[in-house]
Each structure stands twice: as C-alpha cells, then as structure tokens.
C-alpha cells in the first residue's frame, strides 16, 4: 500500500516558501550569536524573538509536548537536543540548530550545524561532510525521479567525504500542511526505489552523519537522541518544493543557487553555506 503524499498548489508552495524564510533568517541570527559563553536557552530565546516578531509561530513548541522553540544539539547530540540554561557553549564545540516556523497554516523546517569558536580540522570536516550530502540530495530532488534518488545521493556522498556513520533510525520527511508528513525520506537506499516525484511534493530532506558508529540511544528525556559511541554529529537540513523547474529550496535565503546537475558531482553549490561558522583550530 502506498503512502499518501500531499501535493500542494503553487499558492500553497509560495506561503511556505514565507514560513522558510522565517526560518532561514532566524537560523541567520542563530549562527551569528553562537560563541563561547552563550546557553543553548539564549539561543532559544532569540529564536522565539525571531519567529514571534515575523508574524510567525514555531513549529516546534507544543509539538507532542516539546518545551521549546528550537533543537539545539551538542557534540554528541544528534538531534532534538532541549535547550537549557544550564547547557554553555565552549570553544571547539559544536552546536546543531533545529528550527521550524507557521506562516498560514504551512510549514517550514531546516537546521544546520555550527562550529563555536575554533574548531578542529576534523570537526569542520564532518561539518563539511554533512552539508555537502544534503546539497546532493537536494540536486535529485527533481520531477519524474524517485524519492530513493534523494536518499542515494546523500548516501553515496557521506561515504565519499570519508568514514563517517550515516544515522539511519531517523529520518527526514514529507512536509506541507503539517511539520511530519509522508514520504519517510531516509538518509541511504537505493537509486530508481519509492514513490515518484511530482511537482507539488514538498520535502525535508536532513542528513545526519557521524565520526563513528551509526549506532544511536534516546536519553532519558524522551527527546535528545546522542551517538551510541559518543562520537561526534552533524545536522543539515532544509525544506525542498520539487516544482517542474527543478528544486526549490524553500529554507534558503538567497536565490538561484540550488545545484544544476545530479548527473555532475561537482554541481553547484550555495554561495554561501549558513553551517561555516567557525574556523577550524590547529
């Protein structure tokens, strides 16, 4: 039986594309205040600044009991990191910024990991590791391809970048009218496998990617899910509309810089990458 995948109209593509920008300039503050010293709850609070003051709500909060309007995970932390008072960023860590925004009823979802202060070469790789798959599988997100193209490319990518574990028991999703929609979209599969993709569709598609093992444990706050072997991840994601032109990356604030080609694995890439903050250390 086949999963029930919203199309949208192009009406409906245009709001979102209002909540991405919410949230894309919200994650701009975030990654400009990232320094040693700042809690992951002053992050929080500047992003409920953000949302609140475009006319805009959080996706996130409320969202089955959440208590906040952001994600923030640390180091370990893979995903769905709670921000804490009690949580400081220090030089050389690195921070996973999960955010999502209503405008009208519609959705928009991205994240993207930043590195506080100086960080190691080999943290800035696993960085660059990361956002290079999701602009891969952001280039296959194209009409008349199918959804395991998206998930190959990411899949593929990871494994050229270096030994890096790619988590699988989490994924990104179908999005539109809710946050969590259909199509599951995995972070490794097959090419030429799962649903066709149609203009209308809307997806968020966010590699995960580790130092070690892909092996993942859910702390006991329900939430935070961290690396089995506590190696450290990164987080890149953004809300993709697969329109007949091509894809349209709904999250990102500048314009036209989506990649060209699937078939080139040079392709071309975003001018400028939210997730380079922080040069990497000695």
């Known amino acids: 039986m086949g999963v029930d995948i919203e199309i949208k109209t192009p009406e409906q593509i245009a709001v979102m594309r209002e909540a991405g920008l919410v949230v894309a300039r919200t994650l701009r503050v975030l990654a400009a205040a990232v320094r040693p010293g700042i809690t992951t709850a002053d992050l ?6 953000e949302i609140r003051a475009a006319g805009a709500t959080s996706s996130f909060k409320g969202y089955h009991g959440y208590p906040a309007t952001i994600c923030t995970s640390v180091n370990e932390e893979i995903v769905h990191g709670i ?53 891969r599988g952001v280039a296959h997100a194209r009409a008349g391809g199918r959804l395991g193209d998206i998930s190959h490319a990411v899949e593929t990518s990871v494994d050229a970048s270096g030994r890096y574990g790619v988590v699988e028991e989490y994924t990104g999703h179908g999005i539109g009218s809710a946050m969590h929609m259909d199509p599951p979209v995995p972070n490794y599969g097959r090419a030429g496998r799962g649903p066709r993709l149609r203009p209308g569709m809307a997806l968020a598609i966010e590699p995960m990617v580790m130092l070690g ?26 809300t993709v509309a697969i329109t007949p032109d091509g894809p349209w990356v709904l999250t990102q604030l500048a314009e036209g810089t989506t990649p060209q080609d699937p078939s080139d694995p040079g392709g071309t890439f975003p001018q400028t990458p939210l997730g380079s903050q922080g040069p990497p250390g000695p």
């Open 44 to 49: 929080d609070a500047l992003a409920e600044a």
């Open 83 to 135: 921000p804490s008072r009690q949580r400081s960023l220090r030089d050389g860590d690195i921070v996973s910024i999960d955010c999502g925004a209503i405008v009208g009823g519609w959705h928009g979802d991205a994240a993207l990991t930043v590195g506080v202060g100086a960080i190691s070469a080999e943290h800035a790789g696993l960085l660059q590791a990361c956002e290079t798959a999701l602009w």
């Open 213 to 238: 093992s892909s092996e993942t444990v859910l702390l006991d706050d329900g939430w935070t899910v961290v690396t089995a072997d506590g190696s450290w991840a990164a987080h890149f994601e953004h």
